[in-house]
């Protein structure tokens, strides 16, 4: 199993401005991944975080808007540029390890409120 | 993606067995079928999967028809804490598809004491 901290827990942040969440695992995956769970909504995958390059976005997110880092087999951030109160959502860190491909881990989500 | 529809809401009563019900008429060959659930204020869980034989965890049972075009998840005696939001979900174990996740809005199960 992968356990899977993120931080902060939640925030409130005003708009224009930026936050960065990070998301750390206590072992080494395979793949990582950003979600966004709008209020009342389901999950919607944003980027999967790819080491050392770019990462690889889902048709209507951009780098500009969430810019993502990955710089080893544990560790990633996801960036929300310039926020606006439509970017108040839970944004979740998921991980998939090796040998349980199956099986996705996600994070306990950053609470983001933007006023 | 190969979509999946699930019923909005379902209610059970506690230590009563529970049948979540997913259709996904578009199921491809290589789909594998998932289950996550979701408790309130956490992140989604892996529940189980499978392919196309009945599947048996320490959580859950997973029954799938024959023509794979539907599946049912059974919770054999529902608590308290199995009220969540049931995610059935398509997932292709290989190609550029590997690792996503596809949520729909799923099922909300209430169990009552």
């Known amino acids: 199993s992968a356990v899977i901290s993120q931080k902060p827990s939640r925030d409130i942040c005003q708009r224009g401005t930026s936050l960065t969440i990070q998301c750390q695992v206590d072992?080494?995956?395979?793949?990582m991944f950003w979600y966004r769970q709008q209020p009342g909504q389901s999950l919607t995958l944003i980027a999967t975080?790819?080491?050392?390059?770019?990462?690889?976005?889902e048709s209507g997110f951009v780098i500009d808007k969430f810019p993502i880092s990955r710089p080893n087999l544990t560790f990633s951030t996801l960036t929300v540029s310039n926020m606006s109160p439509e970017d108040s959502s839970i944004y979740l860190c998921?991980?998939?390890?090796?040998?349980?491909?199956?099986?996705?881990?996600f994070g306990p989500g950053t609470r983001l409120t933007v006023t | 993606d190969a979509k999946t529809t699930q019923p909005n809401s379902m209610e059970s009563n506690e230590e009563e067995p529970v049948h979540l019900p997913c259709n996904h008429s578009?199921?491809?060959?290589?789909?594998?079928i998932h289950w996550y659930r979701q408790l309130p204020s956490q992140g989604p869980e892996y529940v189980i999967h499978?392919?196309?034989s009945n599947v048996n965890n320490r959580m859950a049972s997973l029954a799938i028809a024959e023509d794979r075009k539907s599946s049912t998840l059974i919770l054999h005696r529902a608590t308290l804490r199995d009220a969540a939001v049931y995610y059935c979900?398509?997932?292709?174990?290989?190609?550029?598809?590997?690792?996503?996740?596809?949520f729909g809005q799923g099922t909300i199960l209430t169990v009552h004491p």
């Open positions: 578009t199921i491809s060959g290589t789909d594998y």
């Open positions: 998921s991980v998939v390890t090796s040998g349980r491909w199956y099986e996705q881990y």
């Open positions: 072992s080494q995956v395979t793949m």
């Open positions: 975080a790819n080491q050392g390059s770019e990462a690889t976005y």
């Open positions: 499978g392919l196309t």
């Open positions: 979900i398509l997932r292709d174990a290989g190609g550029t598809s590997y690792g996503k996740l596809t």
